[in-house]
């Protein structure tokens, strides 16, 4: 695991108590370091939840950029 997969995975697994919270929860999956890409999987509540992509774009990645500035996207991936 690369120090940036490091990083990223353990500012999500800072933020997943308040997903658990709501009845959710999120896995990291990866991070595409030339599409600058992190990949997650969502559980729980979050799967059908409308603020999905408002919890991915303005927590998580928010979060993720200020430790890794490389990052430009998070994805929920079905895999």
Same mark, same amino acid.
């Given at each position: 695991?690369?120090?940036?997969? /490091? $990083?990223? %995975? *353990?500012?999500?697994? *800072?933020?997943?108590?308040?997903? &658990?919270?709501? #009845?959710?929860?999120?896995? !990291?999956? %990866? +991070?595409? %370091? /030339? *599409?600058?890409?992190? +990949?997650? =999987?969502? !559980? #729980? &509540?979050? $799967? &059908?939840?409308?603020?999905?992509?408002?919890?991915?774009?303005?927590?998580?990645? *928010?979060?993720? =950029?200020? /430790? @890794? /500035?490389? @990052? %430009?996207?998070?994805? &929920?991936?079905?895999?």
């Amino acid at each position: 695991m690369s120090k940036d997969e /490091k $990083i990223i %995975k *353990e500012t999500i697994e *800072e933020l997943r108590p308040f997903l &658990n919270m709501d #009845g959710g929860d999120i896995e !990291f999956l %990866k +991070y595409d %370091k /030339k *599409e600058k890409i992190v +990949y997650v =999987k969502m !559980f #729980g &509540n979050c $799967i &059908n939840c409308m603020s999905q992509d408002q919890t991915l774009e303005l927590g998580l990645l *928010e979060a993720i =950029k200020e /430790k @890794v /500035k490389d @990052v %430009k996207k998070i994805v &929920n991936s079905p895999i």
